[in-house]
């Protein structure tokens, strides 16, 4: 990608050095904007490994900061998800790829080594300065940008802001006037990871619901680096971790897990999960992310996952404001999909909290139910929630995608799908070939410099707005050009008579006949007026 000049412009000022702020730093740094990244911390704290579980599309996006690739080799890969009822196997699945991406569909790495990672590609940048021990105490701002007040007394000013704060950012959105409604859940959790050898667990993820060893309850173990398990048991609400240490039953608890073998508890801790989200992620010239914005309980990883994502979207419509490629009201766009996004996520992670939970004794009565019936009914296994893993949301209903009545949306795919290459879906990655650009080995790649388009064998080339010396980043492929042997478009499902619109994230705006269409839709796109195209 040819990074583009850095507009005149106040640095972007983000809230918060965590993975989510971090990864937003590195992407706005990509586009070619400076960069202000505060947080109240002295210094970075590496202690426990935290969010350990990375879907296939968000190690994408690192890898576009260059950190992608180094993060999946280190971590340790699982292809495999296992549901137990007590002793019993209920049922296991595999993860779909429509394409041919090079990441795997998970893989379980400490979060104290993304921020590793993370913090070695923003000493490399540039355009990126952190300053640790800045506090936020106060966000203003006006129609010229924002202006940052922090602990120390110091102001930082800004064209606008990433709010990227993390789950305590009370006084960032008392600041902003958002509303974080939602609940609290009763029962704990105890995580502990666990360093010990557990001979054929290393590349699966195990759910075990109401095990001998932890009786009505829950157990979730995910392998991690260095021989290390990540064992999360559900304990109930008075739960007292420095007691069950004193009186031996940590001990017993993980030796009813592991077996009478050697171990090593490298971190451990106790919580209780949220399910909340704020009422606005778009605040005037600010953007709020991460769990600043959302928190969801962690089964299924929508957590981090959700929150890089978050990152993209905000960053690729910040540079193109900034860079005059499109207008302001582009912004809007991140609250309309993002939110979106978090509800889908709360209505997910809730089903799964409700089942894992009972509320009643009729949801007690159903879950049993449900999972007695699921041992020998396939049909009843359907039913039974034990986290649905992380995916990218489809933007089939953000103002920014042209629906194609070819290709209606379907809904939530079952477990380990993803859905079909349709307009607002993230397209499947898959091998192309650039003349000239041998940096360029992956249509996603391709898709993240700009807004990209693609046109089948028998479409005509479309007309396109003409653009001004260093405007708008479009680039116009014959696929036949990118695809010699057809993976790419088996991958898309892509018939010789259309044209596809990319947005910038790889998501697909739009799937089109007509050449006279794809003006108005990059249009749309980027919430520009229709422009009188060039003529063809």
């Not at 949801?363 to 449900?370: D, G, N, P």
């Not at 388009?453 to 492929?477: C, F, I, S």
């Amino acid at each position: 990608m040819t990074i583009p000049e850095n507009p005149a412009t106040a640095p972007v000022v983000v809230i918060g050095c965590g993975p989510v702020g971090q990864t937003t730093a590195l992407l706005l740094a990509r586009w070619g904007l400076s960069v202000v990244v505060l947080d109240g911390r002295p210094e970075r704290d590496l202690v426990g490994s935290k969010a350990i579980c990375q879907q296939r599309d968000v190690l994408d996006v690192w890898d576009s900061v260059g950190v992608g690739a180094e993060l999946a080799r280190r971590g340790v890969t699982w292809t495999t998800a296992r549901t137990f009822h007590r002793d019993h196997e209920l049922f296991s699945f595999e993860f779909v790829d429509r394409g041919r991406s090079p990441f795997p569909p998970f893989v379980n790495v400490s979060q104290c080594l993304t921020e590793e990672l993370l913090d070695a590609a923003i000493a490399a940048q540039p355009l990126i300065e952190v300053r640790w021990d800045h506090e936020v105490t106060g966000i203003a701002q006006d129609d010229a940008g924002v202006s940052v007040s922090c602990a120390d007394g110091t102001t930082v000013a800004g064209s606008y802001a990433v709010a990227c704060a993390g789950p305590r950012a009370d006084v960032v959105r008392s600041a902003l006037g958002l509303t974080f409604e939602g609940q609290t859940f009763g029962d704990q959790f105890l995580i502990c990871d666990i360093r010990t050898d557990l001979p054929g667990w290393e590349t699966e993820r195990r759910f075990y619901f109401d095990p001998e060893w932890n009786p009505g309850r829950q157990v979730l173990i995910h392998p991690c680096p260095d021989s290390t398990f990540r064992i999360d048991w559900q304990v109930p609400p008075e739960f007292d971790l420095a007691a069950e240490e004193a009186s031996g039953g940590l001990d017993r608890r993980i030796r009813q897990v592991i077996g009478d073998r050697p171990y090593e508890i490298v971190w451990k801790s106790v919580y209780r999960f949220h399910s909340r989200v704020v009422d606005r992620m778009r605040v005037g010239r600010v953007l709020v992310a991460g769990d600043a914005a959302h928190l969801v309980s962690p089964f299924g990883a929508r957590g981090l996952n959700s929150g890089v994502l978050d990152a993209e979207n905000a960053a690729w419509k910040l540079a193109f404001v900034l860079h005059g490629w499109a207008p302001e009201s582009l912004l809007d766009s991140y609250h309309d999909e993002r939110h979106a996004a978090a509800v889908e996520n709360l209505d997910v992670t809730g089903a799964t909290m409700r089942f894992l939970v009972p509320g009643t004794p009729a949801e007690a009565e159903h879950r049993l139910t449900v999972l007695e019936r699921a041992t020998t009914d396939p049909a009843a296994r359907a039913e039974v929630d034990s986290g649905r893993l992380a995916e990218p949301f489809w933007y089939v209903d953000s103002p920014l995608t042209t629906p194609d009545d070819r290709r209606p949306f379907p809904g939530r795919p079952v477990r380990g799908d993803v859905p079909v290459p349709a307009p607002g879906v993230l397209a499947p990655d898959a091998p192309v070939t650039v003349s000239g650009r041998p940096d360029v080995v992956r249509l996603r790649q391709l898709a993240r410099a700009g807004v990209t388009v693609l046109v089948g064998d028998d479409a005509a080339l479309p007309p396109l707005p003409e653009q001004p010396p260093g405007g708008l980043p479009v680039a116009v492929h014959r696929v036949r050009d990118l695809d010699p042997d057809g993976t790419l478009r088996e991958a898309l499902g892509l018939r010789p008579d259309e044209t596809w619109v990319l947005r910038p994230d790889a998501h697909v705006a739009a799937v089109l006949t007509r050449p006279a269409d794809v003006a108005p839709a990059v249009a749309r796109l980027l919430s520009t007026p229709a422009l009188s195209p060039v003529p063809a």
